[in-house]
T-cell receptor
Framework: TQLLEQSPQFLSIQEGENLTVYCNSS?????LQWYRQEPGEGPVLLVTVVTGGEVKKLKRLTFQFGDARKDSSLHITAAQPGDTGLYLCAGETNAGKSTFGDGTTLTVKP | GAVVSQHPSRVICKSGTSVKIECRSLDFQATTMFWYRQFPKQSLMLMAT?????????EQGVEKDKFLINHASLTLSTLTVTSAHPEDSSFYICSARAHVNTEAFFGQGTRLTVV
């Protein structure tokens, strides 16, 4: 069983602060996804990273895939209350099965 | 992005009854659909993977006779929770993908409450 550990599990910050969420595994993944989930809704895909060392930017969000394709990070610059939600990473194997991390609950206070 | 619709979004049932949840891909043909279970403030736990026209593959610890999955067409998969008990109360989410290595799109989830 491939495990993905996310940290921190909970994060509460003030508007305007920066934050980083980490997703670590001992397994190699063919790709890794980051999702954001609102209460009572399904996850929404933010980004997919495929290549080791890859960096992708989505407005104030920066995603990085580790060189060995075992870990990833999500950095949010100048967080806003609208960024509040559950952030999930998911690693996909060559067989097409995804394993989800434990999730990071982010609260951005105005 | 593609749309995956789950129905119902919320359901309350009595203990001992069965509940069926539908997952439909509205604008693409899904060769594979996944069913997840999520407890409050926790991550998604994969229950089973279903490929159209074949039996679902269940994850370890998931009772296949309790959680019946049918993927009879390329746009519809159903999850039936049989003889539901209060501990089955949870948020059930499906996702669907057209092919391996293509994006999986998630439904909006179904909140099941067993009383």
């Amino acid at each position: 069983t491939q495990l993905l550990e996310q940290s921190p599990q909970f994060l509460s910050i003030q508007e305007g602060e920066n934050l980083t969420v980490y997703c670590n595994s001992s397994s190699v993944f063919s790709s890794l996804q980051w999702y954001r989930q609102e209460p009572g809704e399904g996850p929404v895909l933010l980004v997919t990273v495929v290549t080791g060392g890859e960096v992708k930017k989505l407005k104030r969000l920066t995603f990085q895939f580790g060189d060995a394709r075992k870990d990833s990070s999500l950095h949010i610059t100048a967080a806003q209350p609208g960024d509040t939600g559950l952030y999930l990473c998911a690693g996909e194997t060559n067989a097409g099965k995804s394993t989800f991390g434990d999730g990071t609950t982010l609260t951005v206070k105005p | 992005g593609a749309v995956v619709s789950q129905h119902p979004s919320r359901v309350i049932c009595k203990s001992g009854t069965s509940v069926k949840i539908e997952c439909r891909s509205l604008d693409f043909q899904a060769t594979t659909m996944f069913w997840y279970r999520q407890f409050p403030k926790q991550s998604l736990m994969l229950m089973a993977t279903s490929n159209e026209g074949s039996k679902a593959t269940y994850e370890q610890g998931v009772e296949k006779d309790k959680f019946l999955i049918n993927h009879a067409s390329l746009t519809l998969s159903t999850l039936t929770v049989t003889s539901a008990h209060p501990e089955d109360s949870s948020f059930y989410i499906c996702s669907a993908r057209a092919h391996v290595n293509t994006e999986a799109f998630f439904g909006q989830g179904t909140r099941l409450t067993v009383v």
